[in-house]
């Protein structure tokens, strides 16, 4: 399986999902550079954390009009896997492939740390390595990372089971307390409607090997690979 790794002018990121997807997971990976207009027929493609163009305006609203987010969007379109990873989170939502958006955190700080999330939805593609409601440690490091959209949307990502991720205690428990951002229902990550478009706030990729202090984030490079690599 051969997976693009997008860098943008301020992704801070790439190098890390590079590592995840060859060193960890074995798989072919290249380096996109966000003025490509070709993802080389790549299989999977991420958007890596970081700051896009510095943040500069709303986080993503800048880089979404990369060149390379035009072969993005008609990769996703034709149903292939695209995960967004922070900043890339960001950049879906601004892109319109994910609803949405992501909001200065509540309290305005720039939160580091690691968190829980509950394993939720209907995933497969990303999920099938984990079980349902399953706990899992995976840090963040983001400072607009409160996801937010309005009511309709929030029922209708419940309802087709496209959140998929939520930040909980370490016993699974959803409250307020273990909340790093004060994301709307505690929700970390969610899918388009297709589940084939992935945003999440933490960063599984670095959490791949005992030495960052956590594998939690390894099942879900599996799942795509014992999903789209069969």
């Not at 995840?20 to 966000?34: K, P």
């Not at 791949?208 to 690979?225: A, I, T």
Request: hydrophobic fraction near 45%; aromatic fraction near 6%; charged fraction near 15%.
């Amino acid at each position: 399986m051969k997976f693009g790794i997008v860098t943008f002018p301020g992704s801070n990121c790439d190098v890390d999902a590079l590592h995840a997807v060859t060193d960890q997971l074995g798989q072919t990976a290249v380096s996109l550079w966000h003025r490509d207009h070709d993802t080389q027929d790549c299989d999977v493609l991420i958007l890596p954390g970081g700051f896009s163009y510095g943040d500069a305006l709303r986080a993503g609203a800048i880089a979404r009009f990369s060149p390379i987010m035009r072969e993005v969007v008609a990769h996703a379109e034709r149903g292939a896997p695209v995960i967004g990873i922070c900043n890339g989170f960001q950049i879906l939502c601004e892109s319109h492939l994910l609803p949405g958006a992501l909001m200065r955190n509540a309290g305005l700080q720039f939160v580091c740390d690691w968190v829980h999330l509950r394993v939720e939805g209907a995933a497969p593609l990303y999920l099938s390595g984990y079980a349902p409601g399953q706990v899992l440690r995976i840090p963040v490091a983001h400072g607009e990372g409160r996801f937010a959209a309005d009511d309709a949307t929030l029922d209708a990502l419940e309802q087709q089971g496209q959140v998929v991720f939520r930040y909980c205690d370490a016993d699974g428990t959803v409250s307020d307390a273990a909340n790093p951002n004060g994301a709307m229902r505690n929700i970390a990550g969610i899918t388009n409607a297709a589940g084939n478009v992935l945003g999440m706030m933490p960063h599984p990729e670095r959490a791949v090997e005992s030495l960052l202090g956590s594998v939690d984030g390894l099942p879900l490079f599996e799942s795509l690979l014992a999903r789209v690599g069969a």
